[in-house]
């Protein structure tokens, strides 16, 4: 990310504060590398659990006063990139940060840990104990939650995950008033067009069900996003892509398939 996007992601988890994905920490040179370990786990598994895409654990900002205070922990590189090796090392399975960002502000250096949800169905273990939050305590992940992750699997809707990051200012404009067009074009029976133009983008976008509970999803960032806004998807490619399968000649049939028979194979005609 540029600094410019940690800037204002930075500004908007401190306004939202924390909960069960952010944790902040007033980390001054040194912090344990076992606590960060069981804080890993912890995140990871309650992003899963909420169908989110990401966590986030910050140094640099008090998490009492809410200000910017600075972190010098591993302000060498190499030292602070090392921290990957040693999440992975001790998580099971050998799991650890998407990404470590470094924002240097006027009030001084923070760090934004990028922790990755818990894999469809795996819940995060830390040198074999599973961790989880009671808002902002750490505390022990109970069987119901354990339960809860591995009944999961790979068919979750992938589309539907909130991304607690995603605003509404990351929506291309001209992508939503041709979202809003189509809509009031499907529900011209139930809406007229002059009432679908009056509706504030939010209202729109919860009954196009694009957004839920008025948070950004996946597929709304997929299909009206900015190309800026691309990194708020990543890993996963911001592109659709589509596969078209000719139906296979079977044995018996002679030459190429008439425009009949292509048609009966694939269900029309």
Do not use: C
Request: no cysteine; hydrophobic share 40%; aromatic share 8%.
């Amino acid at each position: 990310m540029q600094p410019e996007q940690l800037n204002a992601l930075l500004a908007q988890l401190i306004a939202g504060w924390e909960n069960e994905v952010v944790e902040f920490k007033n980390v001054g040179d040194s912090y344990s590398t076992s606590d960060i370990g069981k804080y890993f786990s912890a995140l990871s598994n309650e992003v899963n659990l909420r169908n989110q895409d990401r966590g986030w654990l910050i140094f640099g900002v008090d998490n009492k006063s809410r200000r910017v205070v600075g972190s010098a922990y591993r302000t060498d590189n190499e030292r602070l990139n090392g921290l990957k090796h040693q999440v992975a090392s001790d998580t099971e399975p050998g799991v650890t940060f998407r990404d470590i960002h470094v924002l240097e502000t006027p009030q001084g250096r923070v760090l934004l840990l990028e922790i990755p949800a818990a894999p469809m169905g795996i819940p995060i273990a830390w040198k074999g104990h599973y961790y989880a939050r009671a808002g902002e305590s750490l505390t022990s992940l109970g069987l119901d939650k354990q339960d809860e992750i591995r009944s999961r699997t790979r068919d979750a809707d992938w589309s539907a995950r909130r991304i607690a990051e995603a605003r509404l200012d990351h929506l291309d404009p001209e992508a939503l008033r041709h979202a809003r067009s189509r809509f009031a074009l499907k529900h011209a029976n139930r809406f007229s067009a002059k009432t679908v133009a009056g509706w504030s983008d939010t209202v729109f976008l919860d009954r196009a069900r694009l957004t839920i509970e008025r948070q950004v999803t996946a597929t709304t960032l997929l299909l009206l996003g900015k190309p800026e806004a691309a990194h708020l998807l990543s890993p996963h490619p911001v592109q659709i892509t589509w596969r078209l399968d000719w139906p296979r000649i079977l044995p018996g049939d002679k030459g190429e398939l008439s425009a009949g028979k292509l048609g009966s194979r694939i269900g029309v005609g």
